[in-house]
């Protein structure tokens, strides 16, 4: 069996050795040492060009990641090759505990805290009422509902968003454009775990921010064009929001000029919420190589037609 991995450097060697340990009948080249040959499967961190004529060739691609937005630029991915993509592999633990630590850190208010110590006060406030610090979180598939049922269990009124109707215990699901008015208003944290596609690109505009309660805070852990940063920036400004933790952007490296990076009340972290870990993520796409060489089912199968 002939592996491609297109990884990029400095981890493609580490993930090479992985791959060999974990399916010692395959041979496992990295692109572009035999970029030519015919391969049984390609396992690629998002596609490019260059490599399409390969992907076209192989049994199934998987990526190295949850997301599949970037394949669409690739026209030549033939609607006969399944696209795998990772589910978990270590992913949603990682975005429970982004989304636990800003959800905890607006709702005890510790930036409040923080600067009433660099201004030297004791300044303690009354406790604020936990039922009504609505959580919501919009996309309920692998990784939102590890983090619905991770905000449920930390006591928060938790609801959660997707396209079809989904039942997750303790947690208040909604669907449908009529679901996400209905819910919003509830919300004083919204954490966004949906991926991005047709139909949810621009979703976080001017209108849906102006759903969410004044003060309400704004997470966003999936994709950068999910959100309108302008119609983000204007309901900061205004006051209606209090603030927004960013892990993702409409151009990644955020440029230097980007007015996210100095305001005051905007966090951002590197799209680093949920990172592909290289010991799961191996494990389960060998999983399911083994299976799909045995003519059995597997899970993960990109839907082209919703693009997720
Ligand atoms: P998933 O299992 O496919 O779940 C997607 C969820 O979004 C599902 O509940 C789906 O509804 C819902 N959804 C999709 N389109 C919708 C629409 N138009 N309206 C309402 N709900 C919609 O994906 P996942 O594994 O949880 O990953 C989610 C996203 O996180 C990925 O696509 C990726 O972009 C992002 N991500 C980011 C990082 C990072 O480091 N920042 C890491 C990993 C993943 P149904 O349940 O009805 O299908």
């Not at 009948?25 to 049984?40: I, T, Y």
């Not at 592999?89 to 905890?104: H, K, P, S």
């Not at 919003?184 to 001017?206: E, N």
């Amino acid at each position: 069996m002939d592996i491609l991995l297109h990884i990029p450097d400095p981890a493609a060697e580490a993930w090479r050795v992985a791959f060999a340990r974990a399916l010692p009948e395959a041979a496992v080249a990295l692109w572009p040492e035999r970029s030519d040959a015919r391969f049984d499967y390609a396992i690629v961190v998002g596609p490019t060009v260059e490599h399409a004529a390969a992907l076209g060739r192989v049994k199934a691609v998987f990526n190295l990641g949850a997301g599949v937005n970037a394949f669409w630029r690739i026209p030549e991915l033939p609607p006969g090759v399944p696209l795998i993509r990772l589910e978990d592999a270590g992913m949603a633990e990682q975005m429970a505990e982004y989304a636990a630590y800003a959800t905890l850190r607006a709702f005890r208010e510790f930036a409040y805290y923080a600067a009433e110590q660099r201004a030297g006060r004791w300044s303690p406030r009354e406790r604020r009422d936990k039922a009504a610090f609505g959580v919501g979180v919009l996309g309920l598939g692998v990784l939102g509902t590890r983090v619905a049922a991770a905000l449920r269990d930390l006591g928060f009124p938790v609801s959660g968003w997707s396209r079809s109707a989904k039942a997750v215990a303790g947690v208040r699901a909604f669907s449908g454009a009529d679901g996400l008015a209905a819910m919003l208003p509830d919300c004083r944290m919204l954490i966004v775990l949906l991926p991005l596609t047709p139909a949810t690109t621009g979703l976080l505009d001017r209108r849906t921010l102006g759903m969410l309660p004044g003060g309400a805070m704004l997470v966003n852990l999936a994709r950068g064009a999910l959100l309108v940063e302008t119609d983000l920036l204007e309901m900061l400004d205004r006051g209606h929001l209090a603030g927004a933790m960013l892990d993702v952007f409409a151009k990644e490296p955020l440029p230097r000029d980007h007015p996210f990076w100095h305001h005051p009340k905007i966090e951002i972290t590197p799209h680093v919420s949920g990172l592909t870990q290289i010991e799961p993520s191996v494990a389960q796409i060998a999983g399911k190589i083994r299976a799909l060489e045995r003519g059995l089912a597997v899970t993960g199968i990109v839907d082209r037609e919703r693009r997720y």
